[in-house]
């Protein structure tokens, strides 16, 4: 199969989308099938990643009107119709088999406008606040169902609902095993926070700043790791300094899986992060960045897979009080197995059944 990726990543819209979609597309090229991705030019691309991971990669710029019919159409760098025109004549030549979106400044108009003829439509969403005319949409959030698409979508379309799909790389669930088998008798001991791909407002620094304050168990160690296009790693590196606790600062690492599977507990944003650190059984105190990621997260913390750390207030008498319960073995295995049970990190494997028994 051909298949073209249309996934965009800055400052403001993360790493996120580009990132699953990566995922995606390496368990495709495993299968022989080739991929091209279009990605805009945007402040925080990702278009030398793309390109290093070994796909061909077609550069939009930024510029042009903007819509103003979609709640984040300021995130596509242009209007649906001029990203549609610059996309459609790439697309009719290349002539792929499927079409996968994932961006929430498009919805049914660019997806008919482009779509070339005998291909298939993928969409990747999280939202459910707008039409799509696809094949297949994916929504890997906890909570989502069919009923939340049900007015979106034509008739036929394949829903894949819930993080039982979540596109999760292969090493994940390869850990997943020996991850869930030490924490059968973990203590509190390392902590990994991570923020997300960008932590566009340095939450990051203010974690940090509010842990030097607390009173934890000697020989209690912390990891921060930031993303590729992190525009605060300077700014963390500062906070780190005179810290009591002992903190590891990493940046772009490609072993996420193995720093996940190591860690005893994780400070870390909800999105599709969220997933990587159910797979592997990792407690999680929980932090909602941006509103798209609020349904998600207070769905995993209704489940008692994560517990919610709110930004608005005070994070030095919540993080106390959070790590003071989490310093129990029997709390942390509650949490671990509760967010086991929400996905197995194989989901990206039924993804791409679903687009092969389809073509």
């Not at 990891?223 to 600062?249: D, K, Y």
Request: aromatic residues 4%.
């Amino acid at each position: 199969m051909k298949v073209v990726f249309r996934a965009d990543a800055s400052f403001e819209m993360g790493a996120g989308h580009v990132m699953r979609c990566l995922t995606l597309a390496r368990a495709l090229r495993e299968r022989a099938h080739d991929c091209l991705f279009i990605s805009r030019e945007h402040p925080g691309n990702l278009l030398k990643l793309i390109s290093e991971d070994g796909f061909a990669v077609h550069t939009l710029p930024v510029g042009g009107e903007l819509d103003s019919e979609l709640a984040h159409a300021k995130w596509l760098g242009a209007s649906q119709a001029e990203d549609a025109l610059a996309c459609k004549e790439l697309l009719a030549a290349w002539c792929p088999d499927w079409l996968v979106v994932d961006h929430y400044a498009l919805d049914h108009r660019w997806e008919i406008s482009v779509k070339p003829v005998g291909c298939r439509v993928l969409v990747i969403d999280d939202l459910a606040d707008r039409q799509h005319s696809c094949d297949v949409l994916l929504d890997q959030n906890l909570g989502r169902s069919q009923l939340d698409y049900q007015d979106l979508l034509p008739p036929g379309c394949v829903i894949l609902a819930g993080p039982h799909y979540a596109l999760l790389r292969p090493e994940f669930a390869e850990l997943r095993r020996d991850s869930m088998i030490r924490r059968k008798n973990s203590r509190l001991e390392n902590i990994l926070i991570s923020l997300g791909g960008v932590d566009q407002s340095n939450h990051t620094g203010l974690l940090l700043d509010a842990l030097k304050y607390l009173e934890l168990p000697i020989g209690t160690r912390f990891t921060v790791v930031l993303g590729r296009t992190s525009p605060h790693l300077q700014a963390v590196l500062e906070t780190v300094n005179g810290s009591p606790w002992s903190v590891e600062v990493l940046c772009g690492i490609d072993n996420m899986a193995q720093r996940m599977a190591d860690a005893d507990l994780a400070i870390g944003a909800a999105g599709g992060s969220s997933w990587e650190r159910c797979c592997l059984g990792l407690p999680t105190l929980l932090v909602i960045l941006a509103e798209n990621q609020k349904d998600g997260g207070l769905a995993l913390a209704e489940s008692g897979a994560v517990l919610l750390i709110d930004t608005s207030v005070s994070l030095k008498l919540q993080l106390q009080a959070a790590l003071a319960m989490m310093n129990e073995s029997q709390a942390l295995q509650q949490f671990s197995t509760a967010a086991s049970h929400i996905t197995d990190g194989l989901g990206c494997a039924r993804v791409l059944e679903t687009m092969e028994a389809q073509r």
